[in-house]
């Protein structure tokens, strides 16, 4: 059994080769390896949505993912959007509208809106719904995420 | 953290095979949304791994002359935006957009949710309603089969030594229509209580219409019911009818007690209606009910 398996990856515009386990989940390795701690481990059973990172364009759960997996992709996490003008937006509109409270599950929220934005022109109330329908709040009843998202995706048009 | 396992990626089909023949606790790894929670559970495992995403021969859809072949690692996403899916297989790109949520639907792929043959998987009642038949490759070579002898119980699936599930054929027929309708407990990311798929060749002339049901998460196995389908097939579908199809369905299935989701009670009532929403859905069943 390997003990290590190589890993050439691009996270956040920056490229990395790291030896890692093969049994790492690509979450393990970005918080544990990368410190990139704004990747939460939620249910760590791919029900919450904590964890999600935009894998090669698209959102996926980090939970279910071998770093092994993400070789050769890139990768970004809510640390990688920090100069991002149309996610400032969306951080702005979370605090406006009250969408926030104990903030566990806010990276994995913005990052799927994030990503809706970047695939669809004008999203729909529908399209917004599918885009977040796998992310778990238990503090905001999410009737304020979405007043929130909505707001942002009429200001980003 | 996951119990310590090896991994490897091949990139060749032969690579995959021989890795698979070679290894005898090898499991293949596609979109890992199943198969990494079962290894989350596991208590002591010294697998070997083996990601065949690399694999590109096994990615997207296709028609043949007699089939639309959709390979093994095409992802749910992919089946939800393939206009020739929609266009051609209503129930099965349905299914697609009913799957999970977004961030499994990028990863998950329509091979993983046959081979693990979980009683309520999304694309169990589509596949067994249109006759589907599954491709393997192992060490012998290429084989095909039909879906419900593959799909065997909860869980298992008919694969000899060192195989591969690498493409699902979807017999083509430029004269059918059909639907999936589910239920499920909350808006939003859940697996189906009970979900239908109807199955139509030939909508238009009532005698040569040939209509075909599976039902998911009421048996070990997507199920079907040959006399029901000769109700449907080939005659007017009515109130009458309709009422007679809801009894001798609700008769013959008997789901689990031991069901999270719902009592089997609820689970014989709601098929029959799903049923029904299929088919007036598609113009079969006209008028007020």
């Known amino acids: ?53 935009i894998m090669d364009g698209k959102p996926v759960r980090s939970c279910l993912t071998l770093a092994g997996e993400a070789d050769n992709s890139k990768i970004t996490t809510i640390e990688g959007l920090e100069d991002d003008e149309i996610t400032d937006k969306i951080k702005n509109a979370f605090i406006e509208e009250d969408a926030v409270q104990c903030g566990f ?27 977040l329908d796998g992310h778990l709040c238990r ?10 998202v909505e707001k942002v995706v009429e200001k980003v048009n | 953290m996951f119990k310590k396992f090896d991994y490897k990626n091949p990139d060749s089909l032969d690579e995959a095979i021989d890795l698979l023949q070679n290894n005898e606790e090898a499991e293949i790894l596609a979109g890992g949304t199943d198969l990494l929670l079962k290894l989350r559970e596991e208590t002591t495992s010294n697998k070997l791994l083996i990601d065949i995403k690399g694999i590109e021969q096994l990615k997207g859809i296709k028609e043949t002359e007699n089939y639309i072949k959709i390979g093994a690692l095409t992802t749910i996403n992919k089946i939800e935006d393939s206009n020739l899916i929609k266009n051609h297989f209503t129930a099965l790109w349905k299914a697609a957009c009913e799957f999970g949520c977004l961030e499994i639907r990028n990863k998950a792929t329509i091979g993983g949710n046959v081979v693990h043959a979980s009683p309520g998987a999304e694309s169990g009642t589509p596949l067994f309603a249109v006759e589907a038949r599954v491709e393997l490759i192992g060490p012998e070579g ?9 799909w065997q119980d909860v869980g298992t699936v008919n694969f000899a030594e060192g195989e591969i599930l690498s493409h699902i054929l979807i017999p083509k027929n430029n004269n059918r229509i059909s639907r ?60 009458n009818s309709m009422k007679k199809i809801k009894v001798k369905i ?20 709601m098929v029959g209606n799903l049923i029904e929403k299929c088919l007036q859905e598609m113009g079969i069943l006209k008028g007020e009910i």
């Open chain 1, 139 to 148: 503090c905001t009843g999410y009737e304020s995420i979405f007043k929130a």
């Open chain 2, 250 to 269: 609700s008769e013959n299935i008997s789901p689990r007690s031991s069901s999270l989701r719902a009592s089997p009670e609820y689970k014989k009532e």
């Open chain 2, 180 to 239: 999936y309708k589910r239920i499920s407990r909350v808006h939003g990311m859940d697996l189906a209580v009970v979900g239908v798929s109807v199955v139509v060749n030939n909508p238009e002339k009532i005698e040569e219409r040939e209509i075909s049901i599976a039902l998911g998460a009421v048996a070990r196995t997507p199920y079907r019911n040959q006399e029901v389908e000769k109700i449907l097939s080939g005659n007017r579908i009515d109130e």
């Open chain 1, 1 to 53: 059994m390997s003990s290590k398996i190589e890993i050439n990856i691009v996270v956040n515009e920056k490229k990395y080769t790291l030896q890692v386990p093969p049994w790492m989940s690509l979450l393990e390795m970005l918080r544990e390896k990368l410190n990139l701690t704004g990747v939460k481990e939620g249910c760590n059973n791919g029900e919450c949505g904590a964890c999600t990172v």
């Open chain 1, 105 to 131: 599950c806010s990276p994995g929220f913005i990052l799927a809106v994030r990503a809706l934005i970047a695939r669809t022109e004008e999203p729909t109330k529908e399209d917004i719904d599918k885009a």
């Open chain 2, 142 to 150: 290429k084989k095909t089969m039909p879906i419900n002898e593959f």
